[in-house]
């Protein structure tokens, strides 16, 4: 999300005129395709990721879920704090018109039909301009939805999940469901009922909230239960709403840290999983995991996609990563192959992703300017976690790591371990115990063990 519009160009300006031309947009660049044996330059086809390819049960495409985000490659420019745009797009015409939205949604499904993704994920402020009102906003929304109804028809892809962006606008600079005044509190419901309802057309399989704003830079002029509260009351609505209108799509909470708002209330997996069960909504929310905001919050890469899973609450995962010496969310594509084996790790233990997916929450580089940049960068993550999949998949096929965790929790399948295990243990059994059997035995924790096992398989 950006303030400063992409400078326009002659050559963007000429296709503008010729609005609702079906050109090519990606001119020279033909259907990305598996080619197992390309050399090292050959960085614009796969030579992991082979959709139909059959692992450990399932085919790499229903394993891996891939998609694409609108507003990174479609809505960024390049821009930063101390910049302007560097990455001008041939479909752009600079403007904020609704030709020039739809040109650009045209161009982005010819993007996804290249790179062979099937899912793709949106803001409702990314696709359409924002009008004078909410009825003109929505009546833009509608507009734009039509026409990403019929791309989809066209192109079998499907809506991964939607979202609304509650956090650029300047209404919302003090928080949108948090905010300290009911009036904008109730835009930001308004816009998130109709978030749903398009999401509903769309068909999207989950609905993912982030609360960009959602937190504080300074406790001294928040009252932080009373924020909370209504962020529960606001995801009530949002659930009410949901069924009322028979949208199916899996509800997500995003966890974040901070960035844009020094404390973030939604901090890292186990806070939300926290709020979700202390406000009873944690049957009907899941995650979305980013792994570049848990290790913002001072995590490991896999540490929230573990912690998620474990509690039965991971729904999807951004799939992106951090610069591990930056302190911000630099929302770079994964190329981390250890990393993508961790994660898919922990996908394969829990038979898969659906409804939910691996969603390229990235942005290309500000230098990388070159449009077959942003099929380089995709194809290139993809392959990454292609390759993470079939090392997992091996890791669990062989089953060491399974088996060596198993025997090191084995005490607890018997006497006093299965008695503390179910929870029916008392402390006087357990004095009894220890003054029977004396002093435990210290057993190494063998991490290295662990270690050079998982570089066996990456
Ligand atoms: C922001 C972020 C968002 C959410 C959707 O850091 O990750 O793009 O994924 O609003
Ligand atoms: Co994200």
New binding site residues.
Partial sequence: MSSFAPASSKKAKKRAAADGVDGEFFPGIEKIQYKPDAGPEDVLCFKHYNASEVVYGKSMEDWLRFSV?F?HTFRGTGADPFGFPTLHRPWEDGSDSMENAKRRLKAAFEFFTKLGVNYWTF?DRDIAPEGNDLAETNKNLDEVVDLAVKLQEETGMKLLWG?C?L?ANPRYMNGAATNPDAHIVAHAAAQVKKGLEVTKRLGGRNF?F?G?REGYHTILNTDVLAELSHMANFFKMAVAHKKKIGFTGQFLL?P?PK?PTKHQYDYDAMTVIGFLKHFGLDKDFKL?I?P??TTLAGHGYEHDVVMASAFGMLGSI?SNTGSPDLGW?T?QFPMDVKNCTMVMKTVLEMGGLTPGGL?F?CKVRRESTDLEDMFISHVGAMDAFARGLKNAAKLRQEGVLTRLVKERYLSFSSGIGAKIAKGAATMEECEEYILQKGEPKAASGKQEKYEAILNHYV
Avoid: A, R, S, Y
Wanted: aromatic letters at 14%.
């Fill in positions: 985000c507003w803001h979202t962006n956090f993912v982030w960009g995003e974040k960035e979305n980013e570049n905001h951004d969310d929302d969603n929450d």
